[in-house]
């Protein structure tokens, strides 16, 4: 055998050692909550979020990547890559007295990540069910969770509906009341961080409490926004800088450990900015609560450890149920359900390579009323909207311009003429959902009809049960707690 052949056969197997014995990289998924289109510098350059900004500059800002109208179905989508409404959860969220919670037949990511060896963290809002401890995140794939099991609390005293909610793994604490959210967050960010042990990968699910409602801010934080007039905006502004730092806290830490440059970074809102409660999704038609873009389309990123092709804006198509097998396959897995919903879109965001995704479903709920949007669908540049799409159906500029309270109240005439319709847009040439298409291109609005119809057969009836006595916090030392379903 030659000296060269012997260097190239040796060069060959020391490369196939390194491919196999590379540790995964490190993951932190982070899930803001009702942040809007508008609320991010990457979108805005009126909002102060430069370590989000950082962030999504130094990797691939996702312009086309979808989630569901609210809170809980795309939680649900996040972790089990299968749609809501095979899920039962289509209908609105999960609420602190129902005795229901996202299917616990379903493997999560979490399950999936500690399989391959991860140490897998939650912290912040959980939001998919609480009625039993087999629904609640240490049953489902995670070592350890610090946070709250609802849908939203206050931001000091930690509590909803006259009940605490706060968890360190199971047990009912009470943090600081006298220290913000964000505060508690960074520093158990950190302890988890600084303890990891460098030699299995870290999955840190972090899907934050902010910026859902109630609208409350250090004054420090609202400062920094004084030439807003309107109060409310003021204050919501505050509090997506507040959730920046806390994105900063969690990449100094990394920094600190020497893990940042080993970890891949995923942020996705959870649903668009509620009008409402001062979020904003301009130029975007709508908000959260609508199947419109203003409520689906997310500010969203991803950076860090794999990525090959940086710094750029990926225009392909992504859906909330994507996350899951796409994180799993950065990680090295496979999922072992072949009935996902979710594209493994690994390759693509790593690439920049052609989405795989054609088309995905927004809603489809039969419930009445469908307070979430009762039907729709995207296929190509096309969208259809069948029936009511939600409430806040408008385009409402940043009420920085004004002043003044969002006009929610301007939509009610297109609400009242498209409860039974439908509305057919191209997305490519229409993004924001001004020209409605259905009567002109009827064939289109038939086809598209047609394929959600096929969805349609696949959903299962919402799981939307009525609060039960039986949750109530007085029963459980005045903590929301499972064992009552």
Request: hydrophobic share 35%; aromatic share 14%; glycine share 8%.
């Amino acid at each position: 055998m030659s000296f060269n052949c012997f260097l190239r056969i040796f060069s060959g197997f020391a490369l196939f050692v390194v491919s196999v014995y590379t540790k995964p990289p490190n993951i932190v998924f982070m899930v803001a909550d009702d942040l809007g289109w508008n609320d991010v510098g990457f979108h805005n350059p009126d909002m102060i979020t430069p370590n989000i900004d950082n962030l999504a500059y130094e990797g691939v800002i996702l312009n086309q990547s979808y989630v569901q109208p609210v809170c809980t179905p795309s939680r649900n989508a996040f972790m089990s890559g299968v749609y809501p409404f095979k899920a039962g959860l289509q209908h609105l969220v999960i609420a602190p007295p129902q005795a229901t919670c996202a299917p616990t037949n379903r493997t999560f990511l979490s399950q999936y990540l500690k399989n391959l060896g991860y140490a897998t963290h939650a912290l912040g809002k959980w939001h998919l069910g609480l009625c039993k401890w087999e629904c609640t995140p240490t049953y489902r794939g995670f070592d350890s969770f610090y946070g709250f099991y609802n849908g939203k609390e206050t931001y000091y005293n930690r509590t909803i509906l006259g009940g605490m909610d706060f968890r360190d793994n199971k047990d009912p604490v009470l943090p600081d009341v006298s220290q913000y959210s964000t505060y508690i967050y960074a520093k158990r960010a950190k302890e988890i961080i600084e303890k990891h042990d460098k030699n299995e990968p870290l999955f840190m699910y972090f899907p934050f409490q902010s910026v859902h409602a109630p609208i409350e801010v250090p004054v420090s934080y609202e400062n920094m926004y004084s030439e807003i007039k309107n109060e409310g905006r003021r204050k919501y502004s505050g509090m997506v800088t507040a959730m920046d730092d806390l994105v900063g806290n969690v990449t100094a830490a990394l920094k600190d450990t020497g893990m940042y440059d080993d970890t891949l970074f995923v942020f996705t809102a959870d649903n668009g900015g509620w009008i409402p409660y001062h979020g904003n999704n301009y130029p975007l038609r709508g908000g959260k609560t609508t199947v419109y873009e203003g409520g689906t389309r997310a500010a969203a990123f991803i950076t860090g450890a794999g990525l090959v092709k940086k710094g750029y804006t990926y225009n392909g198509m992504m859906h909330a149920v994507d996350w899951m097998p796409t994180i799993l396959s950065a990680a090295g897995g496979k999922p072992v359900d072949t009935d996902l919903d979710g594209i493994d879109q690994w390759e693509s965001l790593r690439t920049g390579a052609p989405s795989k995704r054609t088309e995905f479903i927004y809603n489809l709920d039969d419930e009445n009323p469908p307070a979430c949007g009762h039907a729709a669908i995207r296929v190509g540049d096309y969208k259809l909207i069948e029936g009511y799409p939600g409430p806040d159906q408008g385009w409402y500029k940043p009420e920085t311009v004004s002043g003044e309270k969002p006009d929610t109240g301007s939509s009610i005439q297109i609400q009242q003429t498209n409860v039974f319709g439908r509305q057919l847009f191209n997305l490519k040439d229409d993004p924001n959902e001004h020209k409605d298409l259905s009567l002109t291109h009827r064939d289109i609005a038939d086809q598209l009809s047609k394929r959600m119809a096929e969805y349609h057969a696949q959903m299962v009836p919402a799981n939307y049960p009525a609060a039960t006595i039986a949750s109530d916090p007085d029963n459980y030392n005045g903590f929301w707690s499972p064992g009552w379903c």
